[in-house]
């Protein structure tokens, strides 16, 4: 039997290329939260199929047909939330087990500067991660806010977001981590779920290819145009490292491509493989 309320909507981030994703993710969810979410956004950032808009089914679509960028794309969405909660959900996730919202949502309203509750993809937490016990099995997140799954606070996140678009922008930053800082600045708390023995979400859009200049708190510059990457803070690898890699790839892709003969999940991995290629060739 299906619960309902009114004062948690579910936004839903995609971005063109990954149409192929969003299926999975939204039948998981809908066996693992029994929640009649009111209303459903859709946010897509880019080209998407309308095949893929309909297993959403969607309540408002709100979309950049030229993509701007994943952080001009949760601005979007925001705008149009007029629920004290949301449930936020990128394309690229499975559901494993239940999720309780009433009980993420009624901590949520019993401690006004929490912004956020979020699941966790790996489990258990370690001794690190539960160094600040919130409450029974919650944690203050010691990596600060994150997009993960989870359940936002409205109000906090709009005021994160409108903080950024008012910050002097960065390319080496991404959202992420402005607003893990903004956040600590503020004293609010972005927690954690301790999924205890196995983990409630898997990341099924490792391999997917959106370029990190998307998520960057820069992509909000519309006069940034040069790729932005955080790579550039990071030293160049030696000749020695990049011959090893060499190997380790040379490696890999035979035995990948040997395996994908009777392996399915190895002929959609290369599947994958072969689109980032394809994508990163275009940058």
């Known amino acids: 039997m299906q619960s309902y309320t009114s004062n948690i909507t579910l936004i839903v981030f995609a971005c063109e290329g990954r149409e192929h ?60 939330i007029e629920t004290e909660f949301f449930f936020w959900l990128e394309d690229d996730w ?24 979020r699941l966790s993809k790996t489990a258990p937490l370690t001794n690190d991660e539960k160094a600040i016990n919130l409450f029974d099995d919650i944690y203050g997140s010691i990596y600060g ?21 008012e910050a002097e922008k960065d390319k080496y930053t991404g959202f992420e981590t402005f607003l893990s800082e903004w956040y600590a600045a503020q004293k609010l708390t972005c927690a954690v779920l301790d999924p205890k023995d196995s983990v409630p979400i898997i990341h099924s859009g490792y391999l997917e290819s959106t370029p990190r200049q998307w998520h960057m708190t820069a ?18 690898p030696s000749f020695l490292r990049r011959l090893l890699m060499f190997f380790r790839l040379l490696s890999a892709s035979l035995s990948l ?8 999940s190895s002929y959609d991995l290369s599947f994958r493989i072969l689109s980032v290629i394809k994508e990163s060739r275009k940058n």
């Open 145 to 165: 806010f994150s997009a993960n799954p989870c359940v936002c606070r409205t109000e906090l996140v709009k005021l994160g977001l409108k903080a950024l678009q």
């Open 21 to 80: 994703l969003l299926p999975a993710t939204i039948e998981s969810l809908r066996k693992s939260c029994d929640y009649l979410f009111n209303p459903v956004i859709l946010a897509i950032d880019g080209d998407y199929s309308n095949e893929a808009i309909t297993v959403v089914k969607p309540d408002l679509i709100v979309q950049n047909y030229d993509r701007k960028g994943y952080v001009q794309n949760i601005i979007n969405a925001l705008n149009l």
């Open 94 to 117: 499975e559901f494993t087990k239940p999720v309780d919202l009433n009980y993420l949502l009624d901590l949520l309203r019993k401690n006004p500067d929490w912004v956020q509750i």
């Open 219 to 236: 992509s909000l510059d519309e006069k940034t145009n040069e790729y932005l990457s955080p790579m550039g803070h990071i030293p160049e």
């Open 257 to 264: 491509s040997i395996r994908q003969f009777w392996s399915r």
